[in-house]
């Protein structure tokens, strides 16, 4: 069974913390992704990797980074958590013009 | 990079008609259609996907149909049930390494008995 799992189902922050959102995936895939989903927004991709090290930005990477060391692990790094980064975070992951499988998500609220 | 739209926001129908979501795309090298559907509190997953080198592919009610000339692909219910209610979203990106995937904004379907 595959599987997608990120780090925390919700979290609070403070603004201006350093936040990280964890990704592992145990399906050996060379693709992983961050979107941020809001409503009437549909999925925005912020950053994605097609193998370690390796990373590209995507449509709105202002304010995030992201760090690939091994395979299995992509994490979303949040410089100087603001307000309008409260959003809901998914990862993804999938072998190249393939099924993407999706973690659960991670509900991200900055106070 | 790729851009995808989607039509429309958001679509009301009656248990047992059928509902048709359209989504454009912008990159010709694009090569490969995902539909994915997202329920209430969980996480997105695949329904249906077709490659450039489809024109038409149907599994039992649902169906997508591609067109390459138009850069647009659709997807299609029939018979819908209330279960069917839920945000569905289309994609598209193309089979190279260091390829984004990219989504539409999503439909939220809604289906009443």
């Known amino acids: 069974d595959v599987k997608v799992t990120q780090s925390s189902r919700y979290l609070v922050k403070r603004t201006g913390e350093k936040v990280f959102l964890e990704c592992v995936q145990d399906?050996?895939?060379?693709?992983m992704f961050w979107y941020r989903q809001d409503p009437g927004l549909g999925l925005r991709l912020i950053y994605f990797?097609?193998?370690?090290?390796?990373?590209e930005k995507g449509d709105i990477p202002e304010g995030y980074s992201v760090s690939r060391e091994k395979k299995e692990r992509f994490s979303l790094i949040l410089e100087s958590a603001s307000t309008n980064q409260t959003s809901m975070y998914l990862c993804?992951?999938?072998?190249?013009?393939?099924?993407?499988?999706f973690g659960q998500g991670t509900r991200l609220t900055v106070v | 990079g790729e851009n995808v739209e989607q039509h429309p926001s958001t679509l009301s129908v009656q248990e047992g008609d059928s509902a048709v979501i359209k989504c454009t795309y912008s990159?010709?090298?694009?090569?490969?259609f995902p539909w994915y559907k997202q329920e209430l509190g969980k996480r997105p997953q695949l329904i249906i996907d077709?490659?450039?080198?489809?024109g038409e592919k149907k599994d039992q009610r649902i169906a997508v149909t591609l067109n390459k000339t138009a850069k647009h692909f659709s997807l299609h219910i029939t018979e819908t049930q209330p279960e069917d209610s839920a945000v569905y979203f289309c994609?598209?990106?193309?089979?190279?390494?260091?390829?984004?995937?990219?989504f539409g904004k999503g439909t939220t379907l809604s289906v009443s008995s």
């Open positions: 993804a992951s999938t072998i190249v013009g393939s099924e993407a499988f």
């Open positions: 399906m050996d895939h060379e693709n």
């Open positions: 990797s097609y193998d370690v090290k390796m990373k």
């Open positions: 994609a598209a990106t193309y089979n190279q390494a260091g390829t984004a995937l990219i």
């Open positions: 990159d010709s090298a694009s090569n490969y």
């Open positions: 077709i490659r450039s080198n489809v």
